[in-house]
């Protein structure tokens, strides 16, 4: 059995990434992880979205990398009303911005 690599698809001249951060408060990595999958589950809807990487660090730090077509495309997912809910942090949230 020989291997066949799968091809990339190629990405158009430009994309355009978003990062945001988190530290999750001990004892609320669960709450985290729901959060991340329902933020993971509206990016994919978005129009434009190519793919999502998750960077995690020690001391609850995790890093969120969100790749979208172009920046129309972006700024179109990051103004929208249910994104801006879900990312808003409130004192009482699991985690925080960073």
Known sequence: ???????????????????????????HEQDFEQWVTELNRLARAAPGYRAAIRLGQTAGFQH???????????EAWHEDAQIRAHVACPPSAPMTKI
């Open 1 to 27: 059995m020989s291997y066949v690599p799968t091809p990339i698809p190629i990405d158009p001249a430009r994309t355009a990434t978003v990062v945001t951060s988190r530290a999750i408060r001990a004892g």
């Open 64 to 74: 969120l990398l969100f790749r979208f077509d172009d920046r129309a495309a972006v």
